[in-house]
């Protein structure tokens, strides 16, 4: 299950294998882990352990939902999860066009594809959900129709991330489009009181909370379990960033290093022109062309 | 076993869910892991 070394960075080809400097095992952290993220890790387990133990076996069925309650419990905390992944990206991406920061950068493009795996979760929890209670699996509902609005504006913003262009217009152009997605985030979170909505309002965020007891207990460990998991997929997926676009920095001085070494060594002597050798029966010659291409003796530049 | 009404769409819903956890946190993981090997050190500045 090992990753072949030649994947580049996002946003750019597979690197050459050939980089003759790219160095290739060095002491310190061979991964994205650390200790924080390990205790992170440990808690986030623990806790995803608690929540199947109330979510699913202690906290009582619903009068309304009956037992399709039990889905609330990953679905609400998935769309929290997908919120707090926006205004991450909104954020990064106003601090990275206002100061160029290469860690904005880095922590926008962390902030999307990790807001993106949660968006996948509440449309699908949802879904899920939608169909005992509503009848049906997905209807143009207002939320559901914002929320598919917004999925598809993340897609877009990784994909325009992976275009091959100049790193830096590519940072731009994303940045501007991270900027929609807090924006498009409140017309998700307003939808329900701006248009008329299957969906329901606000359960928990309110002065008088519609549930209690067992099933309040197993929505706050869901919250906790859910930002755990989050804060350690952001940290290891900004790390990852952060490697790429060092990966990409090697991948650049190599380059530089080998056209200054072209640059610098002395010109050789023209060599008198020799006949081409007789074509070995081992070693066939290659065709050449008949004209304008080059011949044995000549290097293509690059 | 515990009797549960929508037993079908709570199991589905959380396995997806975890499941789709899972298998995510595992390929950052092991980008991160190919990365590693790629930068030098001072690159890699947590520990």
């Keep these: 299950m090992t990753a072949t070394p030649t994947a580049g960075p996002a946003g750019g080809p597979p690197s050459p294998t050939s980089t003759p400097s790219r160095p290739e095992a060095h002491p310190g952290p061979a991964s994205t882990g650390s200790r924080a993220t390990r205790v992170i890790g440990l808690l986030a387990l623990v806790a995803i352990g608690l929540l199947a133990l109330y979510g699913l076996v202690i906290s009582p069925a619903d009068a309304e939902m009956a037992d399709a309650v039990r889905l609330y419990y990953i679905h609400v905390p998935s769309a929290i999860c997908l919120a707090l992944g926006c205004f991450i990206t909104t954020g990064a991406s106003a601090l990275w066009l206002r100061r160029r920061s290469a860690g904005w950068d880095a922590l926008a493009e962390a902030g999307a594809e990790v807001a993106l795996v949660f968006a996948a979760i509440t449309l699908l929890t949802g879904s899920l959900w939608g169909r005992p209670t509503w009848g049906t699996y997905w209807t143009w509902d207002a939320r559901l129709t914002s929320t598919a609005v917004l999925t598809a504006l993340l897609v877009g913003y990784l994909a325009l991330r992976r275009l091959d262009l100049d790193p830096d217009a590519r940072s731009v152009r994303a940045a501007v489009l991270g900027l929609l997605l807090v924006p498009n985030f409140i017309v998700v979170n307003r939808s329900v009181e701006w248009w008329r909505s299957l969906h329901q309002e606000s359960t928990l965020f309110r002065l008088d909370p519609a549930i209690e007891g067992d099933m309040l207990v197993a929505a706050m460990v869901g919250y906790l379990a859910f930002a755990l998991v989050f804060t350690w997929l952001m940290i290891h997926r900004f790390r990852v960033a952060w490697l790429e676009q060092a990966a990409d920095r090697v991948d650049l001085d190599a380059a530089l290093a080998a056209r200054r070494s072209e640059a610098q060594a002395p010109p050789s002597a023209p060599s008198a022109p020799t006949e081409p050798s007789e074509p070995s029966a081992a070693a066939p010659a290659a065709p050449v062309e008949p004209s304008g291409a080059a011949t044995p003796t000549e290097v293509p530049s690059r | ?47």
């Design chain 2, 1 to 47: 076993m515990i009797a549960m009404t929508h037993a079908g769409y709570v199991a589905a819903g959380w396995l997806a869910t975890f499941g789709l956890i899972g298998g995510y946190a595992l390929s950052v993981l092991r980008r991160g892991r190919t990365l590693s090997r790629q930068v030098p050190p001072e690159e890699r500045r947590w520990s």
